[in-house]
C-alpha cells in the first residue's frame, strides 16, 4: 500500500494512522476521566485507572477497575459512552460522517484510511459504506434503547429508565459489556427477563456479524441466493457457536445450585443463550461468571478467543479466522487437497493468513498469561487466562481479577485490549498486500510433521 503522509522520513500509512488515532483517543479520554467532575467523590480518578478504563471504553471492552455506575457521575459515564461509540464504530467513520455534515468532499487518502478501519477489500463504495453503518447503528441503538427503557421503566423513574436504557443499548450494540447498573451486578437482575435478555442478544449479534454482511445483504435482499461466500460463512459460523454454545452451557450448568438449577425452563434456556451470546466479545453478563463451572470457562474462553467477525465492533481472531483453519485441518484428516466452503475453493494464501492471526493470538495470550502469573500473585491460573483472553478478545467478562490488579498488571491488560481491537485489523490488511515476484525460488523441502 502506497505511503499516504511523509514527515521526515517516517512514513504514515493506514494502520500507522488507525493506531496513532486511536492511542490519541485513549489519551484524551484518559484526562476527561481523570477529572474531578468525572467521578462522584469529586477527585477523579487515578491517571492509571483513568487510562485504564478509558483503554477498555475505546477498544470496547468492558473490564473495569472501578464499577462505572457506582463509580462516574453523568459527565464521567458520558465521556465512557463517547469513547465507547467512538472505539466500536471508528474514529475515522465518525471523522467522515462530520465531514459529509458539513459538504466535504472524501479525499482518497480518507477512503483508504476507511477501508483499514471496516476491514473493507477495497475502496470502491466505502463512503456508501460508512452511510449505511451510521444509519444502521442509529436505528439499531434507538429501537434498543427504546425496548430497554420500556422494560426499566418497571423497576426506576421514567428519566432513569430512559437513560439506563440508551445506555446498555449503545454499549451492547458495540459490544463493549460496560454497565451502569452498580455493584458489579451487569444485568443479573434480569436473567429470566425475556425482554432485556432478548434485546441485549439482538444487539450484541448485530454488532458483532460485521457491516460488509449487512451491506451485502442489503444488495441482495431480493436475490439471497447471490450473497458472497464471506457473508455465508459469518452467518453460518455465528449461528453454529451461538446454537453450540447455548446447549453446552445449559447441560454444564443444569445442575449448579449457584447459576441454573434455581431457574424457571424458560429462564435456564434464556440464561445460556445470553452467556453463549456474550462471550462474542460483548462482557455484559446474566450469571455471576465466578459461579460457572469450569467446563463452561473454558468454554467461554474459547469463545471468547473466536470472537466476532471481520469489519465489527467485536474483537477476537474472528469466525472466518477460526473457520478457515478448522477447514484446512479437516481436509487433511479426509486426505483432501482444497479446503472447500459452499462449493468454493479456498486459496493457499488466506489458509496461511489465519494460520498467522491464529499464532499471533496465541503468542500474545500466553504472553500475557505468563506476565500476569508473575505479577498477580493473588489471582489463581484460571481467573488469570480468562483475564488475558478476556482482554485481547475485547471481551469484558472477567472472574473478578481486574479490580485487584496490581498496576503493572493494569498496564498489561490495556495494552492487551489495545493489541487485540487494533492488531488483528492491521495485521489481516498487511497480510493482504501483494508480494512483489521473487525472481528465483528455492528447492523444495521436507520434513516429518506430526
Not at 465507547?84 to 459529509?100: K, N, P, V
Amino acid at each position: 500500500m502506497a505511503s499516504i503522509v511523509r514527515i521526515k522520513r517516517f512514513v504514515l500509512t493506514p494502520p500507522k494512522i488507525l493506531v496513532l488515532g486511536f492511542a490519541a483517543i485513549i489519551l484524551a479520554g484518559s484526562f476527561l476521566l481523570s477529572l474531578p467532575i468525572a467521578t462522584h467523590d469529586g477527585q477523579g480518578m487515578s491517571w492509571l485507572n483513568a487510562f485504564f478504563t478509558s483503554t477498555s471504553a475505546t477498544c470496547v471492552t468492558g473490564l473495569v477497575v472501578a464499577d462505572t455506575g457506582d463509580t462516574f457521575t453523568l459527565f464521567g459515564e458520558l465521556v465512557i459512552l463517547s469513547l465507547i461509540q467512538i472505539g466500536g464504530l471508528g474514529f475515522m467513520t465518525f471523522s467522515t460522517f462530520i465531514a459529509l455534515l458539513i459538504g466535504r468532499r472524501i479525499s482518497y487518502r480518507e477512503r483508504l484510511l476507511l477501508q483499514e478501519a471496516l476491514n473493507n477489500p477495497s475502496t470502491q463504495g466505502i463512503v456508501r459504506m460508512t452511510k449505511m453503518i451510521l444509519l444502521f447503528t442509529i436505528i439499531t441503538e434507538f429501537i434498543g434503547a427504546v425496548l430497554l427503557s420500556s422494560r426499566f421503566a418497571m423497576d426506576m423513574p421514567l428519566k432513569k429508565a430512559i437513560y439506563f436504557g440508551f445506555f446498555h443499548s449503545v454499549s451492547n450494540f458495540n459490544n463493549a459489556g460496560f454497565d451502569v447498573m452498580g455493584d458489579y451486578r451487569s444485568l443479573t437482575a434480569y436473567k429470566e427477563d425475556p425482554l432485556v435478555s432478548l434485546t441485549v442478544c439482538t444487539l450484541i449479534i448485530l454488532g458483532g456479524i460485521g457491516f460488509v454482511v449487512f451491506s451485502d445483504l442489503l444488495e441482495n435482499r431480493k436475490h439471497l441466493k447471490y450473497i458472497t461466500l464471506h457473508t455465508k460463512i459469518v452467518l453460518s459460523t455465528t449461528a453454529i457457536l451461538i446454537a453450540g454454545g447455548t446447549l453446552l452451557i445449559f447441560l454444564l450448568e443444569m445442575h449448579n445450585s449457584k447459576t441454573l438449577q434455581p431457574l424457571s425452563p424458560t429462564g435456564k434456556v434464556l440464561a445460556s443463550f445470553y452467556q453463549a451470546v456474550t462471550p462474542r466479545t460483548a462482557g455484559s453478563n446474566t450469571l455471576n461468571i465466578p459461579d460457572l463451572t469450569h467446563p463452561t470457562l473454558l468454554l467461554i474462553i474459547l469463545l471468547m478467543f473466536i470472537g466476532a467477525s471481520p469489519g465489527s465492533t467485536g474483537g477476537g481472531i474472528k469466525t472466518t479466522t477460526f473457520v478457515t483453519l478448522f477447514g484446512a485441518a479437516w481436509s487433511q484428516i479426509k486426505g483432501k487437497e482444497d479446503v472447500v466452503f459452499f462449493r468454493q475453493r479456498i486459496i493457499p494464501s488466506m489458509i496461511y493468513k489465519a494460520l498467522t492471526v491464529i499464532l499471533s493470538a496465541l503468542i500474545l495470550v500466553i504472553t500475557v498469561t505468563m506476565l500476569l502469573s508473575i505479577t498477580e500473585h493473588e489471582g489463581n491460573f484460571l481467573k488469570i487466562m480468562f483475564e488475558a483472553v478476556s482482554a485481547f478478545g475485547t471481551v469484558g467478562l472477567s472472574m473478578g481479577l481486574t479490580p485487584d490488579l496490581s498496576p503493572f498488571g493494569k498496564i498489561i491488560i490495556a495494552l492487551t485490549m489495545f493489541v487485540g481491537r487494533l492488531g488483528p485489523l492491521t495485521v489481516a490488511i498487511a497480510l493482504t498486500k501483494r508480494n512483489e515476484v521473487e525472481s528465483y525460488r528455492y528447492p523444495k523441502g521436507k520434513y516429518l510433521i506430526g
